[in-house]
T-cell receptor
Framework: GAVVSQHPSWVICKSGTSVKIECRSLDFQATTMFWYRQFPKQSLMLMATSNEGSKATYEQGVEKDKFLINHASLTLSTLTVTSAHPEDSSFYIC?????????????FGNGTRLTVT | RKEVEQDPGPFNVPEGATVAFNCTYSNSASQSFFWYRQDCRKEPKLLMSVYSSGNEDGRFTAQLNRASQYISLLIRDSKLSDSATYLCVVNMGAGDYKLSFGAGTTVTVRA
């Protein structure tokens, strides 16, 4: 089956520092990847759609200058949380579809649990 | 109104029981429907897609009711390993790549 790998699985950082999260599609190419955030006992919320070779599309309320997304190749997208603060502590998950159609399911990376102290 | 709504549960059932729950969606143009399973502090994993005519995968049966805009999941002969949160996932509109997630229904199967 399709595999999406995400790294790191967890990270603890100090307030004000930046954290980079990588998302890789291991056995397929993904022109589009999706970044989600999940707070405890809440649903996954789409933050942005990462597009290979072009700018990411951010959802309403998500600061593009704070959450920098780069999708430089067909198998790698990165999310950088800049100047992280404790309220950014959350579970960040990336996803991608092997089939580039709306009715093919998403496959998720294992997620990154970010704790900002 | 939320795009996707689920009864959060929890549904506490004994092993071997049948448990079923629904999920409603607000966009009548949605065309893709999925059930995902999420274990505590882990990423969601695809359980099954939901097709118009309903579909079954082993002990799991999914149904779609377009008229009333809901999908359902039924688990037969529950196992302890079925304990998880089940996420209802719907695409946001006709031909839309983006998916909207419900907050999940928690199922706990007890011995």
């Amino acid at each position: 089956g399709a595999v999406v790998s995400q790294h790191p699985s967890w990270v603890i950082c100090k307030s004000g520092t930046s954290v980079k999260i990588e998302c890789r599609s291991l056995d397929f190419q993904a022109t589009t990847m999706f970044w989600y955030r999940q707070f405890p006992k809440q649903s996954l919320m789409l933050m942005a759609t990462s597009n290979e070779g072009s700018k990411a599309t951010y959802e309403q309320g998500v600061e593009k200058d704070k959450f920098l997304i780069n999708h430089a190749s067909l198998t790698l997208s990165t999310l950088t949380v800049t100047s992280a603060h404790p309220e950014d502590s959350s579970f960040y998950i990336c996803s991608a579809r092997p089939g580039n159609t709306y009715n093919s399911p998403l496959h998720f990376g294992n997620g990154t649990r970010l704790t900002v102290t | 109104r939320k795009e996707v709504e689920q009864d959060p549960g929890p549904f506490n059932v004994p092993e071997g029981a049948t448990v079923a729950f629904n999920c409603t969606y607000s966009n009548s143009a949605s065309q893709s429907f999925f059930w995902y399973r999420q274990d505590c502090r882990k990423e969601p994993k695809l359980l099954m897609s939901v097709y118009s005519s309903g579909n079954e995968d082993g002990r799991f049966t999914a149904q779609l009711n377009r008229a009333s805009q809901y999908i359902s999941l039924l688990i037969r002969d529950s196992k302890l390993s079925d304990s998880a949160t089940y996420l209802c996932v719907v695409n946001m509109g006709a031909g839309d790549y983006k998916l909207s997630f419900g907050a999940g229904t928690t199922v706990t199967v007890r011995a």
